[in-house]
């Protein structure tokens, strides 16, 4: 017979529970007395980053296997995290985009659905809103990606709201900027096979892990020619994502809301941040522009600061993001690279944060 898990009312079903982000919301809904129950295809997740509690092995389009994990554990919410989530990849492969993150997350929709699960925490993305008009951008600006990874998440979202309007499912909608840094307790961090966010590849550049970083264009109109995002500690988007779920949770209406700092930073500038944190030189070379990416991308976060009453604990100073990512580089990661559980691959940064 089956052993069945005891959350006494306080689970959360985590798809992509055992990611980068998950992982670190896992952390932080069990410090908040939540338990998290991981659902993961371990595709690119981490096993040994499911630390705070239980694994479930499942990929989010076999609808069967969640409607098994729901009515074993019973979650009173969702935080949805599983996605395909590289911008070049979508536009070489959009099959794969719209079936991971609109049907399979309709599926999980409908799984909550069925299981009378009303609160619902939905990683979003910047990308929604493609090359935007103003800067900071608004929630309220147009959305236009330009990609078939923005253009998934944004039609989720538009199946979010018609959802909340016709079966009563309340959801946080969060649209991260820049997710950067590590848990400050050096318990995880980034650590994927195929890596494509700056700091990171900075990071390996100078343990000599990774080729120089190269810089994708120096010639747009910012100060000092290369991109400017807006780049927010992974230890804050994770209490974002736990007070979006309390807000759902004590009746809170539905909210779309931006997660970034309003600070921008440019890639020259992280480098150089990056060389003092470490003391170190950040070998790097100068490419051309990627088609398609914006001089500058800064969030205006006013809305999560006022209703999820968002604090930036971590995330007001961009050494303080690259000194925890320094720490579990040279730590952390040290340690589980050694012990083969995740792998480096030279990539292209497909991504530009």
Same mark, same amino acid.
């Given at each position: 017979?089956?052993?069945?898990?005891?959350?006494?009312?306080?689970?959360?079903?985590?798809?992509?529970?055992?990611?980068?982000?998950?992982?670190?919301?896992? =952390?932080?809904?069990?410090?908040?007395?939540?338990?998290?129950?991981?659902?993961?295809?371990?595709?690119?997740?981490?096993?040994?980053?499911?630390?705070?509690?239980?694994?479930?092995?499942?990929?989010? &389009?076999?609808?069967?296997?969640?409607?098994?994990?729901? =009515? =074993?554990?019973?979650?009173?919410?969702?935080?949805?995290?599983?996605?395909?989530?590289?911008?070049?990849?979508?536009?070489?492969?959009?099959?794969?985009?719209?079936? +991971?993150?609109?049907?399979?997350?309709? #599926?999980? &929709?409908?799984?909550?659905?069925?299981?009378?699960?009303?609160?619902?925490?939905?990683?979003?993305?910047?990308?929604?809103?493609?090359?935007?008009?103003?800067?900071?951008?608004?929630?309220?600006?147009?959305?236009?990606?330009?990609?078939?990874? #923005?253009?998934? =998440?944004?039609?989720?979202?538009?199946? &979010? @709201?018609?959802? @909340?309007?016709?079966? #009563?499912?309340?959801?946080?909608?969060?649209?991260?900027?820049?997710?950067? #840094?590590?848990?400050?307790?050096?318990?995880?961090?980034?650590?994927?096979? &195929?890596?494509?966010?700056?700091?990171?590849?900075?990071?390996?550049?100078?343990?000599?892990?990774?080729?120089?970083?190269?810089?994708?264009?120096?010639?747009?109109?910012?100060?000092?020619?290369?991109?400017?995002?807006?780049?927010?500690?992974?230890?804050?988007?994770?209490?974002?994502?736990?007070?979006?779920?309390?807000?759902?949770?004590?009746?809170?209406?539905?909210?779309?809301?931006?997660?970034?700092?309003?600070?921008?930073?440019?890639?020259?500038?992280?480098?150089?941040?990056?060389?003092?944190?470490?003391?170190?030189?950040?070998?790097?070379?100068?490419?051309?522009?990627?088609?398609?990416?914006?001089?500058?991308?800064?969030?205006?976060?006013?809305? @999560?600061?006022?209703?999820?009453?968002?604090?930036?604990?971590?995330?007001?100073?961009?050494?303080?993001?690259?000194?925890?990512?320094?720490?579990?580089?040279?730590?952390?990661?040290?340690?589980?690279?050694?012990?083969?559980?995740?792998?480096?691959?030279?990539? +292209?940064?497909? +991504?530009? +944060?």
């Amino acid at each position: 017979m089956e052993r069945r898990f005891s959350t006494n009312g306080n689970a959360v079903l985590v798809t992509g529970g055992a990611g980068y982000v998950g992982s670190h919301a896992c =952390k932080a809904l069990a410090r908040t007395g939540y338990i998290p129950v991981t659902f993961d295809n371990l595709a690119s997740g981490n096993r040994w980053a499911v630390r705070w509690g239980p694994l479930e092995l499942g990929d989010i &389009l076999d609808v069967s296997r969640l409607n098994e994990v729901c =009515k =074993k554990y019973r979650p009173v919410a969702i935080m949805h995290f599983a996605a395909s989530a590289l911008v070049g990849e979508s536009m070489r492969e959009p099959a794969l985009y719209y079936r +991971n993150n609109v049907a399979g997350a309709l #599926g999980l &929709l409908d799984v909550a659905r069925l299981h009378e699960i009303t609160s619902f925490v939905f990683s979003s993305t910047c990308a929604i809103y493609g090359i935007p008009d103003e800067v900071p951008i608004r929630e309220d600006a147009p959305q236009r990606p330009i990609n078939p990874y #923005g253009a998934s =998440k944004r039609m989720f979202e538009r199946i &979010l @709201a018609d959802y @909340a309007m016709a079966y #009563g499912i309340r959801y946080a909608a969060l649209r991260y900027f820049n997710a950067a #840094g590590a848990d400050p307790d050096g318990d995880i961090g980034e650590c994927r096979e &195929l890596e494509t966010h700056l700091i990171p590849l900075v990071l390996d550049a100078v343990l000599g892990r990774r080729p120089p970083l190269c810089i994708l264009g120096a010639d747009y109109p910012t100060p000092d020619g290369t991109a400017i995002r807006d780049f927010i500690h992974v230890a804050d988007l994770a209490e974002a994502h736990v007070t979006a779920l309390r807000h759902l949770l004590a009746g809170g209406t539905s909210i779309e809301c931006n997660l970034g700092t309003g600070i921008g930073h440019s890639v020259r500038e992280v480098i150089s941040a990056a060389q003092s944190v470490t003391g170190r030189d950040v070998p790097h070379v100068v490419g051309p522009r990627r088609p398609g990416d914006p001089p500058e991308l800064v969030a205006h976060p006013q809305r @999560a600061l006022d209703v999820l009453r968002l604090t930036l604990r971590h995330s007001a100073d961009i050494a303080q993001i690259i000194g925890d990512a320094w720490s579990w580089h040279l730590g952390g990661m040290t340690a589980r690279l050694a012990a083969g559980p995740c792998g480096l691959l030279v990539h +292209n940064q497909d +991504n530009l +944060n």
